[in-house]
């Protein structure tokens, strides 16, 4: 577990390291928990945005998904042109947004579920200096919130 940053959790108020680095492997379809670092995940999207056999990864399957925030099982691809990614293991978040058109990545990897403020402020910045790319603003929650269309979701349990 040491030989990467250590995740930190609330616990009777007080933050402390975690116990444990993953969710429980059985509970997260295969390959969804990656523990690499940001020069590798870095690598990893290079290979996406180079290698022509894989292109049709880059393809829209759905015509939209709702962001909680919370991240997604999957690539996101968001209203901006940015496609993204969150991962959340015990103690820490990570966000990796990548503009294809201009070729450029962002990661930003924590050791605290806390990091979304963060990551957002950075992506905001680091997209637009790098890729001319003004990303959407951090989810939140409606003031007078409506109902989810339930036909829009599922449960994979």
Not at 88 to 96: R, T
Not at 99 to 114: D, K
Request: glycine letters at 12%; hydrophobic letters at 40%; charged letters at 15%.
């Amino acid at each position: 577990m040491h030989c990467a940053a250590v995740g930190h959790v609330q616990t009777d108020g007080k933050v402390v390291p975690a116990k444990a680095w993953a969710v429980s492997y059985y509970s997260a379809p295969s390959g969804s928990h990656f523990a690499i670092s940001a020069r590798d995940l870095l690598e990893f999207v290079r290979l996406h945005l180079t290698d022509p056999a894989l292109a049709a990864l880059r393809e829209p399957q759905v015509e939209s998904v709702l962001d909680y925030g919370g991240g997604v099982t999957g690539w996101m691809l968001y209203q901006d042109g940015v496609v993204g990614r969150t991962g959340v293991a015990k103690g820490q978040k990570a966000w990796l947004r990548v503009v294809p058109s201009a070729g450029v990545a962002v990661a930003v990897l924590t050791n605290s579920t806390g990091g979304e403020r963060l990551a957002y402020e950075i992506f905001g910045a680091a997209l637009r200096d790098l890729a001319g790319v003004e990303t959407a603003p951090r989810p939140v929650p409606p003031l007078n919130p409506t109902g989810t269309d339930a036909d829009r979701t599922c449960y994979l349990g």
